[in-house]
């Protein structure tokens, strides 16, 4: 099977310039796009690992970055995911599993600094849903879920005025700047059964965060609740 460059990032790209609806838009997308057991089958064999990207986003419009899960990337790799994927493509970044699972959300503020100043900000209007994934073991605890969402920046200036008190660790590699001031989503994925509680659902309302995945033990009340929120 020989690779032909997809038609469908230009089209894509014509549909991006008409008029916003206030229709929403489902997007279908992949957990990542570099791996292995998928060259040969998903991707052409002679298809070069580094034209894989612009080979998934010419299928999905959206894709998962989960690399920034595991660790802190750079900016110019940011700037090189832009530049490979079509205009209207959306990036779901990964939230740092060293805020979610090893320092169970305490004490993040220099650590939240440092994920949005990694330079995940040179994605512009690509910049989906930032997805915080919590370890299946984490329990339900209003205080620190609030102390947490009240962190959380909204809006990409925001999340550039965060990103300057990042720590040495960036220092030389970070990325601070905007092209236009656009509101971040973020996004929960929970696992423990405690979070199907009244106190969640109303610490949810006065926050602006998502719920978007479910455990595969979820109760009914849980999603019909994530029903609830994909419909408003």
């Known amino acids: 099977m020989k690779y032909v460059p997809s038609t469908a990032s230009r089209e ?3 549909e991006s310039k008409q008029p916003m609806s206030r229709i929403g838009r489902i ?9 292995k057991g998928w060259r040969g089958s998903f991707y052409p064999r002679d298809l070069t690992q580094r034209r894989e990207l612009e080979f998934a986003a010419g299928r999905f419009d959206s894709i998962e970055l989960n690399g920034s899960f595991y660790s802190l990337q750079r900016p110019q790799s940011f700037r090189q995911w832009h530049d490979e994927t079509p205009d209207d493509f959306v990036f779901a970044v990964k939230g740092s599993r060293y805020i979610t699972h090893m320092l169970k959300l305490r004490n993040v503020e220099a650590p939240l600094a440092n994920f949005f100043a990694q330079g995940l900000l040179r994605l512009g209007r690509k910049l989906g849903p930032i997805l ?21 920046p909204r809006t990409q200036k925001d999340a550039a005025a965060l990103a300057t008190h ?14 236009k001031d656009l509101p971040i989503r973020h996004a929960i994925e929970i696992r423990h059964p405690s979070f199907d509680c009244p106190d969640f659902s109303d610490l949810r309302e006065m926050s602006s965060s ?23």
Do not use: V
């Open 12 to 14: 894509r790209s014509r």
């Open 27 to 35: 997007r279908i997308g992949i957990s990542g796009w570099r791996y």
């Open 132 to 152: 915080w994934q919590f370890p299946p073991q984490f329990a339900f605890n209003a205080e620190k879920l609030q102390s947490f969402f009240d962190l959380l």
């Open 166 to 179: 990042h720590d040495q660790r960036l220092k030389g590699r970070s990325w601070l700047e905007i092209e």
């Open 210 to 232: 998502t719920l978007t995945m479910m455990p595969r033990s979820a109760r009914p009340s849980m999603l019909r609740a994530c029903a609830n929120e994909l419909q408003n």
